[in-house]
């Protein structure tokens, strides 16, 4: 009899404690890719909302420096909160995303496509900012354009 239990048991473990294990992560789609990107913009206090206050989620780079008040204060409200543009692949990740952000104000020595690049696993993990300003020079996505009157 009591084996019998220990036989059921042991099969109840592998059905089920390996079931944990066994998940994989979910691949994005494209719309959550770009929702993943404006999360990051946003918790890392690019656009004018305030960062988040998990430091855990904020990543230090090169142009704006670290991850504290300073650095923070310098990133504050330099990037649009939405990509111009995202694609597929990049070159840390074949099957990850890449994004583009142009800058929010731009100087007079700037084209408008100018901007910082985003990239990160297919999973929505393992964020990367390029250390440069970029421009921008793919095909840019069709916009509708307001009439000046």
Not at 52 to 73: Q, R, W, Y
Not at 88 to 103: E, H, I, L, V
Request: some cysteine; hydrophobic content about 35%; aromatic content about 12%.
């Amino acid at each position: 009899m009591k084996a019998k239990a220990y036989c059921v048991l042991a099969f109840l473990l592998l059905l089920f404690g390996t079931s944990s294990v066994a998940q994989t992560k979910k691949r994005l789609t494209r719309v959550e890719a770009i929702q993943r990107f404006e999360e990051i913009v946003i918790e890392n206090g690019y656009t004018n909302l305030p960062p988040t206050e998990d430091k855990s989620k904020l990543f230090p780079e090169p142009v704006f420096g670290g991850i504290d008040a300073e650095a923070l204060n310098i990133r504050h409200d330099t990037l649009e909160r939405k990509p111009f543009e995202v694609t597929s692949g990049n070159r840390f990740f074949k099957d990850g995303w890449a994004a583009f952000f142009q800058y929010k104000h731009p100087d007079q020595s700037h084209r408008r496509n100018l901007g910082r690049l985003i990239y990160m696993d297919a999973f929505g993990e393992n964020m990367r900012i390029e250390h440069q300003d970029i421009y921008f020079v793919g095909h840019k996505r069709n916009r509708k354009r307001k009439r000046h009157q």
